[in-house]
């Protein structure tokens, strides 16, 4: 005959093992010997990090549903999108009613940054701990790549940097995380398949953190004081996906 204490005890042990076993089932990130996060694939392995959790750029904590072409569902969301000056959101909301018509990207332009972040098609973190950089390598877009310098400098002055798709980059780690800030933006992109606007004047500053095998999480500060009346951000997640970033470019899905 089983009495209560017996069947509590079971009960415990049944818990403890279905505990176990779900933190099993989410495995830990990968580490280098000196401890620190792999953000990449381990020796002999293959993957990269893909199917962004978002389909445009938003301000965290809005409620605003796109189209997967960045194609406001409802036009009088346009305002909570993001902290506009007034005439980034007339621009904005311009895009937006000529069905985003002008984007570079028909052109085969470069989706710059961030856009690039959401840009599905695969990305990879190469480490390069001789010269301390961190190589970002791009399935999506124009299959580019980016460098983040992880020796130490400061962040550039933005005026002193020759203006690009997808910046300069400064980074280090804090924790698990590599944080980067970013200036020297040109303006031949837009910021999201929504048509955001920028200047000259973008700073962002990115967030990137493994937190277990198979999940990649992002956040994105902007920093734009000439087109948004105060820095915002925007975050999103990538899944691990097994083999090689498949082979593909702009040109290919042209008409």
């Known amino acids: 005959m089983i009495n209560n204490k017996t069947m509590l005890s079971r009960g415990v042990a049944l818990l403890l093992v279905s505990c176990g076993m779900a933190m099993q089932a989410v495995a830990a990130p990968p580490r280098y010997a000196d401890g620190m996060v792999r953000l990449d694939r381990m020796p002999g392995e293959k993957g990269y990090w893909d199917n962004p959790s978002a389909v445009s750029l938003v301000e965290s904590g809005k409620k605003v549903e796109f189209e997967t072409n960045g194609k406001l569902k409802n036009l009088a969301d346009a305002s909570k999108v993001a902290p506009f000056q007034p005439?980034?959101?007339?621009?904005?909301?311009?895009?937006?009613?000529?069905?985003?018509?002008?984007?570079?990207?028909?052109?085969?332009?470069?989706?710059?940054?961030?856009?690039?972040?959401?840009?599905?098609?695969?990305?990879?973190?190469?480490?390069?701990?001789?010269?301390?950089?961190m190589y970002m390598i791009f399935g999506g877009g124009n299959h580019t790549w980016r460098t983040?310098?992880?020796?130490?400098?400061?962040?550039?002055?933005?005026?002193?940097?020759?203006?690009?798709?997808?910046?300069?980059a400064v980074g280090k780690w804090e924790g698990d995380t590599l944080v980067a800030t970013s200036t020297g933006f040109n303006?031949?992109?837009?910021?999201?398949?929504?048509?955001?606007?920028?200047?000259?004047?973008?700073?962002?500053?990115?967030?990137?953190?493994?937190?277990?095998?198979?999940?990649?999480?992002?956040?994105?500060?902007?920093?734009?004081?000439?087109?948004?009346?105060?820095?915002?951000?925007?975050?999103?997640t990538f899944k691990w996906v097994p083999g090689d970033i498949p082979e593909q470019f702009c040109e290919t899905g042209r008409e």
């Open 87 to 133: 005439w980034a959101l007339a621009l904005y909301k311009f895009r937006q009613q000529n069905n985003l018509a002008d984007d570079p990207m028909k052109v085969c332009l470069g989706p710059g940054n961030p856009r690039q972040m959401m840009t599905p098609g695969g990305v990879r973190f190469i480490a390069d701990k001789n010269y301390k950089r």
């Open 148 to 168: 983040i310098y992880v020796d130490g400098r400061d962040p550039p002055v933005a005026e002193e940097v020759t203006a690009t798709f997808l910046g300069l």
């Open 187 to 236: 303006t031949r992109f837009w910021m999201s398949n929504g048509g955001l606007p920028h200047t000259e004047a973008l700073t962002l500053t990115e967030r990137f953190k493994r937190v277990s095998k198979e999940s990649l999480e992002y956040e994105v500060t902007i920093d734009d004081p000439r087109t948004y009346t105060r820095p915002w951000k925007a975050a999103w």
